[in-house]
């Protein structure tokens, strides 16, 4: 049980076209877009590494991302942490008495920006499959 690395880091952004056109800029390709309804308007750019960067466009003001994006602006949004127990490591860090955010319907957990200096932090198992075509 433990984090075992950094998965991928979430910045949220105003116009995920926009910020498309800058990491494509940048000199990073475009692995794949999507949209989810808890999240947002996505596109993620896989490293040759396995880590990737996922842009989010809020689809609501009212979403957690559109109310972070109103708040604190563009940037980074959450750190995703790899771990090789989704459910041991969140009790280990319940019982430490970390706050933790639930994932929702997503088997992922929050460590809330209080605790980890400013920093929304994400843990979760790393999913290679989801690249998969």
Known sequence: MGIIGIDHVV???????EA??????????????????AVGK????????????????PLTPESPVGQALAKRGEGVHSIAMAVDDHDA??????????????????????????????????IMEPNPAAFDD
């Open 42 to 57: 996505q596109a993620f750019f896989r490293l040759a590494d396995g880590f990737f960067f996922e842009l989010v466009e």
């Open 89 to 122: 490591t969140r009790d280990a860090m319940s019982e430490a008495d970390v706050p933790l955010i639930p994932g929702g319907d997503l088997p992922v957990s929050f460590v809330h920006p209080k605790a980890a200096h400013g920093v929304m932090l994400q």
């Open 20 to 37: 498309i056109s800058s990491f494509k800029a940048l000199g990073m390709e475009l692995t794949r877009t999507g949209e989810n309804p």
């Open 11 to 17: 910045l949220r952004v105003n116009d995920l076209d």
